[in-house]
């Protein structure tokens, strides 16, 4: 059974029996030159798929593993290049914010307001993020079973916000490792909530490289293979042109070269799987 259909922008939409919503982007935002190329081109990608975009990047990684990593441009201008993207480009935009008073400021130029998975047990967080009006992405904490996060969506839902996904993106297991449990994914759409699979962020090693996470690139592709054999509503990558020299999390970024033939195997799971839907028994 699908899942119920949430509005992110005009024309854009996540669940229902369509095909899936595209969520990607580089990790950081790097430079305004560099968002509008990536922006550009994974527009140019989405379209030539049928598939709607919402360009993600982050203005400030505020969980680094290090004090002295990379966190971003800031906020402001973080707002100053997402809004250009969205207004040249056409796109709708998301990013994370990261403090409930940030969230009004945020919801000005984003389309969809990202809860990020450390902070989405808070209920100021999520009270914040669903009084903007916008639609709101739960990133799932590592931390969190299924049921447990089901009630941050609740906490969206009862402060008047319905446009609420949550977003799979696996669960810690051991030390600098993460798992994805795939039985998540039809028990979050089982309870009426779109669910977005996050495919890069589930094949982090946290903290894996001592003073930063690493990663293992090459299962994101298999992972998006069976969340969309499984049913979801939304996939999420972080895409970069350069992986090797991102700012942040290249170690899990797709690259860029390589992701029109990983879509193009995911579009055509995703119409199978919609034609033959596997209920839970």
């Known amino acids: 059974m699908p899942s119920p259909r949430i509005r992110i922008a005009d024309g854009v939409t996540a669940g229902g029996d369509g095909t899936f919503l595209l969520i990607a982007g580089p990790d950081s935002i790097e430079s305004e030159d560099h968002a509008l190329r990536m922006a550009t081109a994974l527009g140019e990608i989405a379209r030539a798929r049928g598939l709607a975009l919402v360009y993600k990047s982050s203005f400030d990684k505020a969980n680094r593993t290090s004090a002295s990593s990379f966190r971003g441009v800031g906020l402001a201008e973080g707002l100053r290049i997402l809004d250009r993207v969205k207004r040249e480009t056409g796109l709708p935009v998301t990013t994370d914010f990261h403090t409930p008073e940030q969230a009004a400021e945020v919801a000005r130029v984003v389309d969809l307001l990202q809860v990020p998975a ?164």
């Open 118 to 281: 450390m902070l989405s047990r808070q209920t100021d967080m999520l009270v914040a993020a669903a009084r903007t009006g916008r639609a709101v992405n739960i990133k799932k904490g590592q931390f969190l079973a299924p049921w447990d996060a089901l009630h941050a969506v609740s906490k969206v839902r009862e402060a008047g916000n319905a446009n609420v996904m949550i977003t799979e993106r696996g669960a810690t297991f051991g030390y600098n490792n993460l798992v994805v449990d795939f039985r998540a994914l039809p028990r979050l759409r089982s309870e009426g909530v779109p669910v977005c699979f996050d495919a890069t962020h589930s094949v982090q090693l946290p903290g894996g490289q001592g003073a930063a996470s690493g990663g293992e690139r090459g299962f994101a592709a298999p992972l998006a293979r069976a969340a969309v054999a499984v049913g979801v509503d939304a996939l999420f990558f972080e895409v970069h042109d350069d992986p090797e020299h991102a700012l942040c999390d290249g170690p899990s970024q797709i690259p860029l070269a390589s992701f029109p033939a990983i879509l193009d195997g995911l579009v055509a799971l995703d119409g199978a799987a919609r034609k033959h839907p596997t209920p839970l028994l």
